[in-house]
């Protein structure tokens, strides 16, 4: 599962957005969260969910 279906199903389950939650889902590094396009993405998530 990729970085976007990732943030798609954990708001689908109204589960907390961290970048813990998201790299487990993914199955990335929280390292890789990190990284300049998937760093927008977590951004512009948590922000949504603020």
């Not at 199903?9 to 890789?32: C, E, G, N, W, Y």
């Amino acid at each position: 599962m990729q970085v976007p279906e990732a943030l798609e199903r954990l708001r689908r389950d109204k589960t907390p957005i961290t970048f813990p939650a998201v790299a487990r889902r993914a199955d990335v590094s929280r390292t890789f969260l990190y990284d300049k396009d998937a760093r927008k993405l977590m951004d512009a998530a948590v922000a949504q969910t603020a």
